[in-house]
């Protein structure tokens, strides 16, 4: 486990929030690209998508954002087509790839979805489908990080991940056996107690050793969730275990300061 605390920063309104978070994002990249030609991104959906892209100068249109460096990769996805309205894949489109400018850079970021053609190979409520998935979401992973070399695991130079108010993220859920997955990269669920059931998720061991982790969160609703990270260490909780296992300063919170009023455990950090 890390000695040092995971960094937190705070902001009173969610303008601030994506403006700083992609300062933090781009000074991110930069160090990436010292070291290799290609900035590797997973990312999650919901509102995190939503947080990016608020200030659009920060990051979507900042001249900075080298955007045709960048590969990006799903943190978790739900077993449905690329169009399907539940689809992490079609809400990063619609909120982020859609709107970069053609002529940005002169090209867009690569972007790894998974295949959806494997549900037109039966009936998508057919168990298994899903597991072929993720292994072929797992093969995708080999051949951009393990193509020359064997890895244990792909070591993404970002994570960026949502918090459930259950602490849950990624698809990793309180509770659930894949939090004890340790062999698998890319894991298939049929059963998340969130709609829709059948998923597949980056596992603990990926999210963990990747170089760097941001989380984002917002809301008084989150609160209760932020206590348990920080305060009683709830080790139950996917956040937590992320929080706990990679840790240090490789770990950031950008949340709100209604998400961690009255939280104890933490030292507010800045940019």
């Not at 969160?217 to 992320?242: I, N, Q």
């Amino acid at each position: 486990m890390a000695s040092k605390l995971p960094q937190v920063f705070s902001y009173p309104e969610a303008d601030t929030l994506s403006t700083s978070l992609g300062t933090y994002i781009l000074k991110l990249q930069d160090t990436a690209l010292q070291r290799h030609p290609t900035f590797r991104v997973a990312i999650s959906g919901g509102s995190l998508l939503e947080m990016l892209v608020r200030d659009p100068e920060a990051l979507l249109l900042n001249p900075h954002t080298m955007w045709p460096q960048w590969e990006i990769f799903f943190a978790d996805e739900r077993a449905v087509p690329l169009d399907h309205s539940d689809s992490n894949y079609l809400l990063f489109k619609r909120t982020i790839l859609d709107k970069i400018p053609s002529g940005h850079r002169h090209r867009k970021p690569t972007v790894y979805p998974i295949d959806d053609t494997l549900l037109e190979a039966g009936d998508e409520d057919e168990m298994g489908v899903t597991q072929e998935i993720a292994d072929a979401y797992e093969q995708t992973l080999v051949k951009c990080f393990a193509a020359k070399d064997s890895v244990r695991v792909p070591v993404f130079d970002l994570i960026l991940l949502g918090a459930g108010p259950d602490g849950h993220t990624a698809s990793l859920f309180p509770g659930h056996a894949l939090l004890r997955e340790d062999s698998a990269w890319v894991a298939a669920m049929e059963d998340a107690p969130k709609m829709p059931p059948r998923r597949i998720t980056l596992t603990l061991p990926v999210l963990t050793h990747a170089n760097h982790v941001v989380f984002v969160a917002t809301g008084g609703g989150k609160r209760d969730m932020m206590r348990k990270v920080f305060e009683t260490l709830e080790e139950g909780l996917p956040c937590s275990l992320v929080n706990m296992q990679a840790g240090g300063d490789r770990v950031a919170w950008f949340v709100d300061d209604e998400a961690i009023e009255g939280v104890q455990g933490f030292v507010k950090a800045a940019l």
